[in-house]
């Protein structure tokens, strides 16, 4: 019995609209970033055997995506500022990171540097969650070394899929 497959490229932005994911801007020429990758379905037994970490320094925000990533069998650790996210990632060694880039004590930009800088942790998939939509944001995650980029408000079900397909 084979999986299914589901082939898709991701630009770098997007937020909800009306419950689905769009395109936040249109790009004249090819966007800068972006990641590409084939989703193959994760049995829920896999997903549980995952680790994120959720670096968000709003509580509530952090609180809700901890509910949908649990709810969809994920193991959630959590920080609430760039500093503790380096220490959790470099202790925990989770599967993926979710970071926000406006924190506090260390930006997510700052924290992702030092996570790509430490030993053992420079091929963990690392998602930008973020309400910035400027394209200098955007560079400057890819120069840091983030993965994905995905604007809020986010759609679980998408965020889901992207996980897995940097999973793979």
């Known amino acids: 019995m084979s999986l299914p497959i589901l082939d898709r490229t991701f630009p770098t932005t997007y937020s ?9 801007e249109e790009h004249k020429e090819p ?27 709003g509580e509530d925000a952090r ?10 069998g994920y193991i959630v650790i959590e920080a609430g500022d760039g500093k503790r996210a380096v220490e959790m990632a470099q202790q925990d ?20 540097e030092k996570i790509r800088a430490s030993d053992g942790l420079q091929t963990i998939p690392i998602i930008a969650v973020t309400a910035h939509q400027e394209t200098n944001f955007r560079a400057g995650a890819k120069a840091v070394g983030f993965d994905a980029y995905v604007t809020k408000p986010i759609d679980i079900n998408w965020l889901s899929e992207l996980i897995t397909g940097l999973l793979i």
């Open 16 to 24: 909800q609209t009306n419950g689905r994911p769009s395109e936040v």
């Open 31 to 57: 966007p800068q970033y972006f990641c590409q990758f084939t989703v193959i379905a994760m049995t829920e037994k896999d997903s549980r055997d995952r680790t994120v970490l959720v670096v968000e320094d």
């Open 63 to 72: 609180y809700l995506m901890r509910l949908e990533l649990e709810r969809l």
């Open 93 to 112: 060694r989770p599967d993926i990171i979710l970071m926000d880039l406006s924190l506090p004590i260390m930006d997510g930009f700052a924290a992702t």
